[in-house]
């Protein structure tokens, strides 16, 4: 019998593009059986697949997450340094919504810090064109997701049974 060379063993596989990894799976299930409401730490988490969750295995943690926030309208939002809380479905609506508000406004306020320290007049034409429509942009951005702005359009969809249509919400702060 010959002795094999490293080239000749069997090689782990791994997942092609688009196929769930082991860990990843795992981590699903393990999220799966969290109550609404209820908390799971991170070392519960490491310790079903054996990796850190925080550190290499933070991949296949986000990607779990993905995956059942798409496919079983399960939804998690982290506690800082402790683990994930499952989110109750009718939490999520306004939770993304102020996150996701605050973190554009953020953004849109940065990039406009950035574009106002520009000299203007000394961009040649085209630059200038660019500045326009990103200091257009940002100043929307950052008017649309101001808490002023969120109470405005809280008002006026409290008033209705369906989305507010975006024509609408602009009019909203045409006056």
């Given at each position: 019998?010959?002795?094999?060379?490293?080239s000749?063993l069997?090689?782990?596989?791994?997942?092609?593009?688009?196929?769930?990894?082991?860990?990843?799976?795992?981590l699903m299930?393990r999220?799966?059986?969290?109550p609404?409401?209820g908390?799971i730490l991170?070392?519960m988490?490491?310790s079903?697949i054996?990796?850190?969750v925080q550190?290499?295995a933070?991949s296949?943690?986000?990607?779990?997450?993905r995956?059942?926030q798409?496919?079983?309208g399960?939804f998690f939002e982290?506690?800082r340094?402790?683990?994930?809380?499952?989110?109750p479905v009718?939490?999520?609506p306004?939770i993304?919504?102020?996150?996701?508000?605050?973190?554009?406004?953020r953004?849109?306020r940065?990039?406009?810090?950035?574009l106002?320290a520009?000299?203007?007049?000394?961009?040649?034409?085209?630059?200038?064109?660019?500045y326009?429509?990103?200091i257009?942009?940002?100043?929307t951005f950052a008017?649309?997701?101001s808490?002023?702005?969120?109470k405005?359009?809280?008002?006026e969809?409290?008033?209705?049974t369906?989305?507010?249509?975006?024509k609408?919400?602009?009019?909203?702060?045409s006056?």
């Amino acid at each position: 019998m010959s002795a094999l060379t490293i080239s000749e063993l069997p090689q782990a596989r791994k997942p092609s593009i688009g196929e769930m990894q082991v860990d990843t799976r795992l981590l699903m299930q393990r999220l799966a059986l969290v109550p609404e409401g209820g908390d799971i730490l991170y070392p519960m988490l490491n310790s079903v697949i054996g990796r850190d969750v925080q550190g290499a295995a933070r991949s296949n943690l986000m990607s779990a997450r993905r995956a059942l926030q798409r496919d079983e309208g399960i939804f998690f939002e982290c506690v800082r340094g402790e683990g994930l809380r499952r989110i109750p479905v009718e939490s999520v609506p306004k939770i993304v919504s102020s996150k996701t508000s605050t973190q554009i406004n953020r953004t849109a306020r940065r990039g406009l810090r950035v574009l106002n320290a520009i000299e203007y007049t000394s961009l040649p034409r085209e630059a200038q064109t660019s500045y326009n429509v990103g200091i257009s942009m940002l100043s929307t951005f950052a008017t649309l997701s101001s808490e002023k702005a969120q109470k405005i359009m809280t008002a006026e969809a409290q008033q209705r049974t369906t989305c507010l249509p975006y024509k609408e919400t602009l009019a909203l702060f045409s006056k």
